[in-house]
C-alpha cells in the first residue's frame, strides 16, 4: 500500500504539473494583456469568443475565451464581465464579437456590456496538435489597440472550424483526423496552381522578406494570367517560416504561417508580420513538413510547387533534404531552390543538388538588391482606379467587416512600398482579376458565384448604410456596385493591355542588367514547370 501511494502521489503531481505546463502559454498572454491596461482608469473589459479566419467557431474558441477570462480574473487587477452575460447580451442585440472586430462594433459593444476594454482574436491551427492565439485588447471608445500578444497551445479540441454559412473552414484539421480534407478551391476540373513559400527567416533575411512582400502580387498575377483549356487558374499559396530562433526547437525552428488559402490578402498579412530572429536554417526539415502537413491536390495536372529560399548551407539538421525531396517528388510537387548569395557558394552548400533531385530549378539572387518594376505611364491610374474597387464591395457579417478591413490594410501596404517596386500597381491588377477571392464575404461577389441567394440576406448582417434598406432599395443598390466594379475592372484591364506591351519593350532592352530579384527567379520556374503541366502564358 505504501508503495501504491507513492506512485498514486508522483502521478497526481506530474498530472498537476502537466496542466500547469499546458495553461502557462495563456496565462502569460493574459498577463501580458493585463499589463498593456495598466494606465487604463476603467479595467472593466469583456473576452470575446476567438474565431478561426473567416469568422469560423469550434470548441476551441470558447474555451481560449473561458481560460483567458479565468488567468485575467486570477490577476487581480482586471474586472471581466461574465461569459454568460456576454453571451446574452449579443443575443438579445443581435451583435456579433469574434475575431477582429471593426470600430463602430467596438463601440457599440462597450456602451451595451459597459466595458472600456474588450478582448478578442483569432485562431489559427498549426501542425502537430497546435494551435496559435493572437489576442488583442481594444480600447471601446477610440478603437486602438492598447495591447497584443501570441501564444501557442496544445489543442485539446477535436471538433472541426465551422464557419457563418455552416460549412467547414478550409484546411481544418483535427488532433486525431487522418481523412485528407479537400484544400479550398477549385473543383469540376478547374486549373489549379499550388505554391508553397518556405522563407528563412533568421537574422540575415530582412532583404529575402521585403522582396517576398513586395513582389507577392506580381507572382501571382503572372500565375493567374496564364491560362489552361481556355480557363484562368485558381491559384493557392501557403507559407511557411524556418531557422528563426522564437520557434520550437523540437518543431526545427519551423512554423506553418498560413495552409493553402485562395486568400491573398491573408498572405500579404501574414508576410507584413514576420520578424526575423536567429538562427538554425533546416532546409530539409521544412520541406518534409510541407510535404507531409499540407494538404496538396491529388491530381496529376496540378501544378504543385515549393520554393525554399535561404543563404545557409541546405544540409543543416537532423533530417535529410534528399529524403525530403524525394518524398516531394512521389507526389508530383517540383522543389525549386532559391539562394541568397554568390551562385557558386550555393552550389557548394548542395542548394542545387536539392533543386536538382526534385525536378526543379536552382537560382541564386541578391536579397539586397532593390526590386525595381518597370514605370509605365498607365500604371498610376491603375493603382488610383485599384482603390476604386474598394468602395464596390459589401461586407457581410463579422467575417466580411474582418476581410474588409483586411483588404484596405493590404492596400496601404502596397502603397507604402517604394514606387520603384510597383506594388501598388500589382496589387490593383490582381484585385480586378476574377481571382481575387472575394466572394466569402463579400455581398457582389457571393451573388455572382452562386455562393448566397438575395432571398437569404439577413438586413442585420449588412453594412449600416444598407440595414435600413427595402428589399427594392437593396437589389439597385447591389446591382449598382455590381456595375461599377465590372466598369472599373475593364478600365483597369484596357490600361494593363497598354501596359504589357510598353514594359515588353522595356525588359528587352533591359535583359540581363541588375541582380536577379525572388520575382524573377520565381517567374522564370513557374513559366517553365507549369508549361508541362499545360498552362500557358501571355508572353
Given amino acids: 500500500m505504501k508503495t501504491l501511494s507513492r506512485f498514486a502521489v508522483i502521478a497526481a503531481c506530474a498530472a498537476l504539473l502537466a496542466g500547469q505546463a499546458a495553461a502557462e502559454p495563456l496565462e502569460k498572454l493574459a498577463g501580458k494583456l493585463a499589463k498593456g491596461l495598466n494606465d487604463q482608469p476603467n479595467k472593466k473589459v469583456a473576452v470575446m469568443d476567438f474565431s478561426y479566419p473567416g469568422g469560423a467557431q469550434s470548441s476551441?474558441?470558447?474555451?481560449?475565451?473561458?481560460?483567458?477570462t479565468t488567468f485575467l480574473v486570477e490577476g487581480g487587477k482586471i474586472e471581466v464581465v461574465e461569459r454568460s452575460l456576454i453571451k446574452k447580451i449579443l443575443e438579445e442585440k443581435k451583435l456579433e464579437a469574434t475575431g477582429?472586430?471593426?470600430?463602430?462594433?467596438?463601440?457599440e459593444l462597450g456602451k451595451v456590456l459597459g466595458v472600456a476594454v474588450i478582448i478578442t482574436g483569432t485562431l489559427n491551427d498549426l501542425p502537430k496538435n497546435r494551435t496559435e492565439v493572437n489576442a488583442r485588447a481594444i480600447d471601446t471608445e477610440s478603437g486602438k489597440i492598447l495591447a497584443a500578444s501570441q501564444a501557442k497551445i496544445e489543442r485539446t479540441w477535436t471538433d472541426l472550424p465551422v464557419r457563418p454559412d455552416g460549412t467547414v473552414a478550409p484546411g481544418s484539421t483535427t488532433p486525431t483526423q487522418t481523412t485528407?480534407?479537400?484544400?479550398?478551391?477549385?473543383?469540376?476540373?478547374?486549373?489549379?496552381?499550388?505554391?508553397?513559400?518556405?522563407?528563412?527567416?533568421?537574422?540575415?533575411?530582412?532583404?529575402l522578406i521585403n522582396q517576398t512582400r513586395t513582389q507577392l502580387w506580381r507572382i501571382v498575377n503572372e500565375l493567374s494570367g496564364s491560362e489552361k483549356g481556355g480557363n484562368n487558374p485558381v491559384v493557392q499559396v501557403a507559407l511557411y517560416e524556418y531557422g528563426n530562433d522564437g520557434l520550437r526547437a523540437d518543431e526545427g525552428y519551423i512554423r506553418q504561417v498560413?495552409?493553402?488559402?485562395?486568400?491573398?490578402?491573408?498572405?500579404?498579412?501574414?508576410?507584413?508580420?514576420?520578424?526575423?530572429?536567429?538562427?538554425?536554417?533546416?532546409?530539409?526539415?521544412?520541406?518534409?513538413?510541407?510535404?507531409?502537413n499540407l494538404q496538396w491536390d491529388p491530381r496529376s495536372d496540378v501544378y504543385k510547387a515549393v520554393f525554399v529560399a535561404g543563404n545557409e548551407p541546405f544540409t543543416q539538421g537532423s533530417v535529410d533534404f534528399r529524403q525530403s525531396v524525394a518524398e516531394a517528388a512521389k507526389k508530383g510537387i517540383v522543389v525549386n531552390t532559391i539562394f541568397c548569395g554568390a551562385r557558386q557558394a550555393g552550389i557548394a552548400t548542395q542548394w542545387k543538388t536539392g533543386a536538382d533531385l526534385a525536378g526543379g530549378d536552382y537560382t541564386n539572387i541578391d536579397q539586397e538588391a532593390q526590386v525595381v518594376s518597370i514605370k509605365a505611364p498607365q500604371d498610376d491610374e491603375i493603382a488610383r482606379l485599384g482603390m476604386e474597387l474598394n468602395r464596390t464591395f459589401i461586407a457581410y457579417g463579422s467575417g466580411g467587416r474582418e476581410a474588409k478591413m483586411k483588404q484596405e490594410a493590404q492596400d496601404s501596404n502596397a502603397l507604402a512600398a517604394p514606387a520603384a517596386a510597383g506594388m501598388a500597381t500589382q496589387r490593383a491588377l490582381f484585385k480586378a482579376s476574377k481571382q481575387y477571392g472575394a466572394a466569402s464575404w463579400d455581398?457582389?461577389?457571393?451573388?455572382?458565384?452562386?455562393?448566397?441567394?438575395?432571398?437569404?440576406?439577413?438586413s442585420e448582417e449588412l453594412p449600416d448604410n444598407m440595414r435600413s434598406m427595402s428589399e427594392s432599395e437593396r437589389k439597385e443598390y447591389i446591382k449598382k456596385q455590381a456595375s461599377e466594379r465590372k466598369n472599373i475592372q475593364e478600365k483597369i484591364n484596357q490600361l494593363n493591355a497598354e501596359r504589357q506591351k510598353y514594359v515588353a519593350q522595356k525588359e528587352k532592352e533591359l535583359s540581363g542588367k541588375g541582380a536577379q530579384t525572388l520575382d524573377q527567379a520565381v517567374i522564370g520556374a513557374i513559366r517553365g514547370q507549369a508549361a508541362k503541366k499545360g498552362f500557358s502564358f501571355k508572353n
Fill in 100 to 107: 477582429l472586430i471593426d470600430p463602430a462594433t467596438t463601440k
Fill in 258 to 292: 498560413l495552409p493553402f488559402t485562395t486568400d491573398l490578402d491573408h498572405v500579404s498579412e501574414k508576410l507584413f508580420a514576420l520578424k526575423t530572429n536567429g538562427g538554425q536554417e533546416y532546409c530539409g526539415w521544412v520541406i518534409k513538413d510541407a510535404v507531409n
Fill in 180 to 207: 485528407h480534407v479537400p484544400p479550398p478551391g477549385p473543383v469540376g476540373g478547374k486549373p489549379t496552381v499550388q505554391i508553397a513559400i518556405l522563407l528563412d527567416t533568421s537574422n540575415s533575411m530582412d532583404g
Fill in 443 to 458: 455581398v457582389v461577389g457571393a451573388l455572382e458565384s452562386g455562393q448566397m441567394k438575395e432571398s437569404e440576406i439577413r
Fill in 60 to 68: 476551441g474558441s470558447s474555451i481560449v475565451q473561458e481560460r483567458l
